[in-house]
């Protein structure tokens, strides 16, 4: 499939944990550049991190930086976000997109093709 797939979302406390993987059986996916952004509610959707094929390079948001960790298994065609000492300022949909055609990481949302249908992150103080 074209579209990837998030799951992992739910309902934490402040400063646990939560893993987000992302999925795709398109033949394609491992070889592309994969990103992850967020929206929460009322606001516009932003940057959280991104990833190479091969996971070599990655970036990450200022505010998610040394929090969360993006990874890749392209044996498994998955790929995962690492969130640790979650706030509730990280409270948002999270979705998993695709840029098909780049190999490298990029941060900018509109290289990015193809988008999962989001799954939902609630961190509660």
């Known amino acids: 499939q074209v579209q990837p797939v998030e799951s992992g979302g739910g309902l934490v406390q402040a400063g646990g944990s939560l893993r987000l993987s992302c999925a795709a059986s398109?033949?394609?996916?491992?070889?592309?550049?994969v990103g992850w952004f967020r929206q929460a509610a009322g606001k516009e959707r932003e940057f959280v991190s991104a990833?190479?094929?091969?996971?070599?390079?990655?970036y990450y948001a200022d505010s998610v930086k040394g929090r969360f960790t993006i990874s890749r298994d392209n044996a498994k065609n998955t790929v995962h976000l690492q969130m640790n000492s979650l706030k509730p300022e990280d409270t948002a949909v999270y979705y998993c997109?695709?840029?098909?055609?780049?190999?490298?990481?990029?941060?900018?949302?509109?290289?990015?093709?193809?988008w999962g249908q989001g799954t939902q992150v609630t961190v509660s103080s």
């Open positions: 997109a695709v840029s098909y055609g780049n190999s490298g990481a990029t941060t900018n949302i509109y290289d990015y093709n193809y």
């Open positions: 398109e033949r394609t996916f491992s070889d592309y550049a």
């Open positions: 990833a190479s094929w091969n996971a070599v390079i990655t």
